[in-house]
């Protein structure tokens, strides 16, 4: 009989390699774990509970707030706050970071609760967003935690969608974990994710395109062209909702893309809840990433909400973009 391995068997056997481990990153992880998996099952039950629609808020993100927007979060940063191992937590949904209180607070946990939260009410793929740094020696305030994506010691994020996926790297490459909803526990089932090198699929707001620049329209111009050599055209597949696109091109390859343009110059999604987490998960997979053609993981945060145009996928995928880039 083949043994099946549990996340937290999986994060224990990780954290043995690192000679001076203190187990509170297990810890923490475990806390994620339990969290998403309450998540899932508010998730599942979302067309049967009062917890579709929208609570008449808006977040900082100038976005409507969902009833479940406000549930994941609290749920997060209740199961965070209560693990005694981090110090901060910055999400999409709170106004200011959260300050914890604590003599063993470690890390700095930057969280989006519910990606593509608009696809609630017509229940398609929604997702949950994590990024993990080291607190920083000192925090003085919100400035603090203005902390480079080539800085987080972990990443992950987690798809509820037909089965719940939980997807993460701590610098040694991605693994994938699914629920087994009869033992309510997380199995590897997907180790050692690598994207393909090419692929035959991009995603992007095509509505947008009179807003590109230039180059992004030759771009996308040249990928729909008939040209059986490269496997053109390449096929649209755009979810609304950044986890479900990245996470199809983990397991299949192919391109995501939320680039600049007219009206958000920086692109739309944010850089310490989604670009930073993503764009360390696609690279640990052997994919590239690249806004507006530097590295993400390099980019300085000058805020906490900031913004960053943003491609990433198969390596030779964003290589043919950047070609458009650079000869603009």
């Not at 923490?28 to 309450?38: D, G, Q, R």
Request: charged residues 20%; glycine residues 8%; negative net charge.
């Amino acid at each position: 009989m083949q043994k099946v391995t549990t996340l937290t068997e999986f994060i224990l056997t990780e954290e043995r390699k690192f000679e001076n481990a203190t187990g509170n990153f297990t810890l923490l992880l475990t806390n994620i774990e339990n969290a998403v998996k309450l998540i899932a099952s508010h998730v599942k039950k979302s067309g049967l509970s009062d917890i579709l629609g929208t609570t008449g808020e808006i977040n900082n993100s100038a976005e409507e707030v969902q009833k479940l927007d406000r549930l994941s979060n609290d749920i997060l940063v209740e199961s965070l706050t209560k693990s005694g191992h981090v110090a901060a937590i910055v999400t999409e949904e709170l106004e200011k970071p959260e300050f914890i209180k604590s003599e063993y607070g470690e890390y700095v946990v930057y969280i989006d609760p519910l990606d593509g939260s608009s696809n609630i009410d017509v229940n398609l793929n929604v997702g949950t967003i994590f990024s993990i740094h080291k607190k920083p020696q000192t925090i003085t305030g919100e400035e603090s935690l203005l902390l480079k994506g080539v800085d987080q010691v972990a990443a992950g994020y987690v798809v509820y969608g037909p089965s719940v996926m939980f997807v993460y790297s701590c610098g040694s490459g991605v693994n994938g974990f699914t629920l087994d909803p009869a033992v309510g526990t997380f199995l590897l089932s997907h180790p050692d994710m690598k994207i393909p090198e090419n692929g035959k699929t991009y995603a992007i707001n095509e509505s947008y395109y009179n807003r590109y620049p230039t180059y992004i329209k030759k771009y996308l111009d040249a990928i729909k062209q008939e040209d059986a050599a490269s496997g053109k055209p390449y096929s649209l597949r755009y979810a609304s909702a950044m986890i479900a696109d990245i996470h199809r091109v983990m397991i299949k390859g192919g391109i995501f893309l939320y680039p600049e343009n007219e009206k958000s110059p920086d692109g739309k999604l944010r850089l310490m809840y989604e670009v930073n987490p993503m764009s360390y998960l696609v690279k640990q997979a052997g994919g590239a990433a690249t806004s507006k053609g530097a590295d993400p993981l390099e980019i300085v945060p000058t805020g906490i909400d900031q913004r960053a145009a943003i491609v990433m996928g198969s390596k030779n995928l964003v290589a043919e973009f950047l070609s458009f880039k650079n000869t603009q």
